[in-house]
Nanobody, 121 residues
Framework: QVQLVESGGGLVQPGGSLRLSCAAS????????IAWFRQAPGKEREGVSC????????YYADSVKGRFTISGDSAVNTVYLQMNNLKPEDTAVYYC??????????????WGQGTQVTVSS
């Protein structure tokens, strides 16, 4: 069964850190670009970061550059999103996705179920 499972979300104070994990089963993450998206209440889904399967190039939304880092571990078929210096505006449900390539528009083959990130004091 093909699955993407996110974990690592939670409640954190402004300035804090979280590391999200995206674990794949039923397929190999190396065969896809892996992207993180987020959706806050009342807002459209937005792309946050992406890591290319071809050469490992990483991409970030301007709003998270310098604070978030995407990385992958092929040995455990998992992609991570390290989020530092979190801000209240980072509050959202975060989704990982297996995309054909990092680009706009996304062409997603598999979605995870999402994990809630709440940044609040």
């Amino acid at each position: 069964q093909v699955q993407l499972v996110e974990s690592g979300g939670g409640l954190v104070q402004p300035g804090g850190s979280l590391r999200l994990s995206c674990a794949a089963s039923g397929f190999t993450l190396d065969d896809y670009a892996i992207a993180w998206f987020r959706q806050a209440p009342g807002k459209e889904r937005e792309g946050v970061s992406c890591i290319s399967s071809s050469d490992g190039t990483t991409y970030y939304a301007d709003s998270v550059k310098g604070r978030f880092t995407i990385s992958g571990d092929s040995a455990v078929n998992t992609v991570y999103l390290q989020m530092n210096n979190l801000k209240p505006e980072d509050t959202a449900v975060y989704y990982c996705a297996a995309d054909l390539a990092c680009g706009i528009p996304p062409v997603v083959e598999y979605w995870g179920q999402g994990t809630q990130v709440t940044v609040s004091s």
